[in-house]
């Protein structure tokens, strides 16, 4: 699946923009800077496929990636920092959550967490949003290279604790990093199973 042809297709600013739904959707949610963008590009090993930076708030409208034939990858701005102008957050995270409870095609939501932060109020606002909205998701830690052994099993482990009680939730909990490629091959098998669902 991974192997073949990715490309950009479609920009979207606004809800009246999206893309007509093709195929099976899938998108990246998660707070600025949690490295959306650079999963996207370690999934298709393409390194300048979506855009990243070291500051925050560099994706700002939803951005659609054809995968294969029938897959679409959707990179999301981010949500919750305070870097970012205050109005220009707020306008994204009403965005996000419009289309995420919006969109039929839409097979789960990748929720990226930071695995040296872990859940912060604005990530557990968005599960809320999707338990309640019945939109399936699965939490996907990120920069899993800058922790140790010892605080990964914990931080895993506290988070599953935390999606027991969420009916939206997929249980596992995927440890990932675009630096050393670690978890991705996993992202990607979980990926082409929705596609088989
Ligand atoms: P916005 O579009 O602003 O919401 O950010 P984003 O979530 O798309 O993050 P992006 O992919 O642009 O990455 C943000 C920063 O995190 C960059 O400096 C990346 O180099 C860094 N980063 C991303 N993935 C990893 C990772 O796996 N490990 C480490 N150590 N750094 C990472
Ligand atoms: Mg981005």
Do not use: C
Not at 78 to 93: Q, S
Not at 164 to 183: F, H, I, M
Request: net charge positive; aromatic share 6%; charged share 25%.
């Amino acid at each position: 699946l991974f192997a073949g042809e990715a490309e950009f297709t479609a920009a979207a600013p606004a809800l009246g923009a999206l893309p007509p739904m093709e195929g099976v959707e899938i998108a990246f949610a998660g707070r600025s800077n949690v490295g959306k963008s650079s999963l996207v590009n370690a999934l298709t090993g393409r390194n300048t496929l979506a855009r990243t930076s070291h500051t925050p708030g560099r994706t700002q409208q939803l951005n659609f990636f054809r995968i294969g034939g029938r897959l679409m990858l959707v990179d999301m701005p981010g949500y919750g920092y305070a870097a970012v102008e205050k109005a220009k957050v707020e306008a994204w995270t009403q965005l996000i959550h419009a289309y995420l409870k919006g969109r039929s095609n839409l097979a789960r939501v990748y929720v990226l967490i930071d695995s040296r932060h872990g859940l912060k109020s604005i990530d557990t606002d968005l599960l809320d949003g999707l338990d309640k909205a019945a939109v399936s998701y699965q939490i996907v830690l990120t920069k899993g290279d800058a922790l140790k052994k010892s605080e990964i099993e914990r931080r895993i482990a506290g988070i599953q604790a935390a999606l027991a009680k969420r009916p939206a939730a997929y249980p596992e909990v995927l440890l990932t990093s675009s630096r050393d490629d670690r978890g991705v091959a996993e992202l990607r098998a979980s990926i082409a199973r929705l596609l088989q669902e």
